[in-house]
């Protein structure tokens, strides 16, 4: 898919509303394909499951999602995993999505899969 086909995807998302999950693992997107991703993301609302596994989103992409997991208020599984993000990433993306999603007393449980063995600690 890479960055094109993320952007393309990104903006097809606009006009998917009833879409549950979206799985582009494996799809080698960066941060600029995460952020088009991204913005139209918060159109699908009722995405329940979203993997983004072994792309290459980095440090962009994940603060990008940081910012619109609290809007996603049914999702419940996220797979970022293989992603080159740092531990200090991963927790400012589940700080964000528990605070933001207490502070609007949603009730789902955000499941997030990271694999520790694909972390960099800083």
Not at 57 to 75: M, V
Not at 88 to 93: F, R
Request: net charge neutral; aromatic share 6%; hydrophobic share 40%.
């Amino acid at each position: 898919m890479g960055e094109e086909g993320a952007v393309i995807l990104g903006s097809a998302l606009k006009h998917m509303p009833h879409l549950r999950t979206l799985d582009i693992g494996y799809n080698n997107i960066s941060s600029h394909g995460m952020l088009s991703l991204s913005d139209n993301l918060i159109h699908c609302s009722n995405i329940s499951t979203l993997n983004i596994c072994n792309n290459n989103i980095g440090k962009g992409g994940t603060k990008t999602l940081a910012n619109i997991i609290p809007q996603c208020k049914k999702l419940h599984t996220l797979d970022i995993s293989g992603n080159n993000i740092t531990f200090y990433l991963l927790l400012v993306l589940l700080t964000m999505s528990v605070v933001l999603k207490n502070f609007t007393h949603h009730s789902t449980i955000l499941e997030v899969r990271a694999f520790w063995h694909s972390l960099e600690y800083f």
